[in-house]
């Protein structure tokens, strides 16, 4: 789209380009992307807000000023920014009853402060996947809020997750499964108000940066856009390579197919082959340094919107990245609300503020510093993972069984078949680009938390991930799987004057303190609940119609406000959705199945999975936690389980039980969806 537009350019424009030679500068232009330009929000890639204050560093690195190698903005872009400012926020002083109303109003319909990661399992303290993850900013975030210890994605992919629980439907209601197949999110959310949308139509200023719709739905649905979805990087790249072919394409040459492979991303230098061979996202992981090979270099972006360098000198001098630069935007979202004046206007224009930021999702690339918070000598495997676990297991048996296996087996041969070593380098990554989000997650709720209370005590804050990730349990690396390990997620929602008393920001000190503090201390709720139960809390929470409808053939909302979980424990609570947290994974749906679709239903102590061409699984999580043993792969006659209340059930029992609700419960979703036509 911002290609389009700039090729539109007025002509004096590409005139001025031509007559100035600078070819080069023009080409770039059109591919690069700039948000903040088309949504008249001029980026500050230094350190100067809008305010007049400073931006803290957000390069991960040690804090240096970079003044004495980048230059700082210009005067006249300075005075831009604040005429933007200016234009955002009137200096209208209001009446004072105006004021008193439009205050009413806001405690009204509070604002929320969206954070979400990409791939984001258990490694976060306090949840136990790991023992030795780093992630205080989160673990902070808890104190003040009610953590969801058994939330799951409704379908662990991606695109089909996030346009799940924007669009308030779960996978099969809408029918969206699989990016490759149809219908697309377009043909969803033509009839669907989306979640974003339903905040603009009950007068919300919506503000979104970064990944949080993966680019399917139009970007004008956001009021103000900070940075690209889609963006993956950092790569590295042949920078001497694409210099040559720039110039082969201006002097309108012939480019050959050696030309195109020249200037492709690449895997991390650090990654040996083949797992490298896995190309520049799959196959790529490793600290963010400089390139041995004085022609390689570093970029970020993609090829439909255009690549930017990013220059590195060194650790403490180099650009930022997209999630660097995704948090920067949102610390100058709030601050320029913080000091916008106090106008009848802007008192009834709460805010939806979404940040998505793409780590740990691969490549799994973040400045050193984070990787030396892992040292190899001294990581360990975390608790889940067994040999051969994946034997009983049924994933295998469909037709396609995903990319999953061969990067786990790539990855084992790639260090010389060290099983151990192999996992633990890649873990690692992991775990360090898990903590480097969590450093960027802590800067924006410091920002939240130091401004006024008219702000940081009217914002209800929620955090989350698309899905989790399988990081080398069951001989498996990825996600699109029904296991624990890629359907859970992280879910905390702090909501001020209900998770708690105060919202006042726990002190720097305290950030560590989760491995010696008492883990009863945070308040946790461990009834199962989904992703797509987050449209319908947030409508609930800020006082918003339930009404989503666009047309006659739009489908009520699928999941269920989790307030009664936050207000009350959940013995006594008004919970009026299903007792099972609800999984699906992307597949071409199976016309010969009573279902076609492989599910997954997670109850409070078991997990049952039935996959689209028949075959079952049976995990009791509550002794099981880790789902090593298949219990339906045992024979139900002579094996027996404990149920809920104690008693004795046989596995054929369980296993009809479980299969039953299933059916029940899909078919009936089916039978609603097709009675609208919908897809």
Not at 5 to 10: I, T, Y
């Amino acid at each position: 789209m911002v290609r389009r537009n700039l090729r539109s350019a007025p002509l004096v424009t590409v005139l001025l380009c031509l007559a100035t030679g600078t070819i080069a500068w023009f080409a770039s232009t059109i591919y690069h992307d700039n948000y903040d330009v088309m949504m008249n929000d001029p980026t500050t890639s230094g350190q100067m807000t809008s305010g007049g204050g400073t931006t803290p560093n957000l390069r991960g690195d040690d804090d240096d000023d970079p003044s004495d190698w980048r230059k700082k903005k210009s005067n006249k872009q300075e005075e831009h920014q604040q005429d933007q400012q200016e234009q955002l926020y009137p200096n209208v002083t209001p009446k004072q009853e105006d004021q008193n109303q439009a205050q009413q109003e806001q405690l009204k319909h509070p604002n929320v402060l969206f954070l979400m990661c990409d791939d984001l399992n258990d490694y976060i303290e306090t949840m136990g996947g790991h023992p030795q993850a780093i992630t205080p900013n989160i673990r902070r975030l808890m104190e003040t809020s009610v953590t969801f210890t058994q939330a799951h994605a409704n379908i662990p992919l991606c695109k089909p997750s996030r346009c799940s629980f924007l669009s308030g439907l779960y996978p099969h209601t809408s029918g969206f499964l699989s990016p490759d197949t149809q219908p697309s999110p377009i043909q969803v959310f033509k009839h669907q108000r989306t979640l974003i949308e339903h905040f603009n139509k009950h007068g919300y200023r919506t503000m979104g940066t970064g990944k949080i719709d993966d680019g399917f739905q139009d970007r004008r649905h956001w009021k103000r856009v900070g940075e690209r979805t889609g963006d993956y990087g950092p790569f590295v790249y042949n920078k001497t390579a694409v210099s040559e072919v720039e110039r082969t394409i201006n002097g309108t040459l012939a480019v050959t197919e050696e030309d195109r492979r020249l200037v492709q991303n690449v895997a991390h230098p650090f990654v040996p082959a083949p797992f490298r061979n896995l190309g520049a996202i799959r196959g790529s992981f490793g600290p963010l340094v400089q390139h041995p090979n004085k022609d390689m270099s570093w970029r970020t972006g993609d090829y439909r919107q255009g690549f930017r360098e990013i220059e590195f000198q060194n650790a403490t001098h180099r650009d930022q990245t997209t999630d660097e630069k995704s948090a920067e935007w949102a610390i100058r979202q709030l601050q320029l609300m913080e000091n916008a004046s106090s106008t009848t206007e802007n008192e009834e224009k709460p805010f939806f503020l979404g940040v998505g930021l793409v780590r740990p999702h691969h490549p799994m690339v973040v400045s050193q510093k984070y990787f030396d918070m892992y040292p190899l000598e001294t990581l360990e495997l975390p608790p889940s993972f067994l040999e051969h676990d994946v034997n009983d297991t049924m994933r295998q048996t469909l037709e396609k069984i995903g990319l999953g296996p061969r990067m786990y087996h790539d990855l084992i041969e790639s260090y010389n078949f060290n099983r151990k070593d192999a996992l633990l380098r890649y873990i690692r990554a992991y775990l360090a680009s898990v903590t480097a989000a969590d450093e960027l997650l802590g800067k924006v709720l410091d920002a939240l938390d130091a401004s006024s209370s008219r702000i940081k005590d009217n914002t209800i804050v929620v955090f989350t991930s698309d899905h989790g990730y399988q990081v080398g349990q069951k001989d498996y690396l990825g996600k699109n799987l029904l296991w624990q390990a890629t359907t859970r997620v992280p879910l905390v929602v702090r909501v001020p004057g209900v998770t708690t008393t105060t919202t006042t920001a726990i002190s720097k000190e305290s950030k560590r303190a989760a491995a010696s503090k008492d883990e009863t201390s945070l308040r946790t709720c461990n009834h199962p609940v989904s992703l797509v139960d987050l449209y319908p809390t947030l409508i609930d929470l800020c006082g918003l119609s339930k009404d989503n409808s666009k047309d006659d053939q739009s489908l009520a909302l699928d999941g269920h406000s989790l307030r009664p979980f936050l207000e009350t424990s959940a013995e006594d609570n008004k919970w009026t959705g299903p007792d099972f947290a609800l999984s699906a994974i992307s597949q071409e749906f199976n016309p010969d199945d009573e279902i076609g679709i492989s599910l997954a239903t997670r109850y409070d102590n078991w997990r049952y999975i039935r996959y689209k061409n028949g075959k079952e699984e049976l995990y009791n999580t509550k002794k099981d936690p880790y789902e090593w043993t298949n219990l339906a792969m045992l024979d139900g006659n002579n094996t027996a389980a404990s149920s809920k209340d104690g008693e004795e059930e046989d596995i054929d029992a369980l296993l009809t039980k479980f299969r039953t609700n299933l059916f029940q419960f899909v078919n009936k979703r089916h039978q609603v969806a097709a009675s609208t036509q919908v897809r």
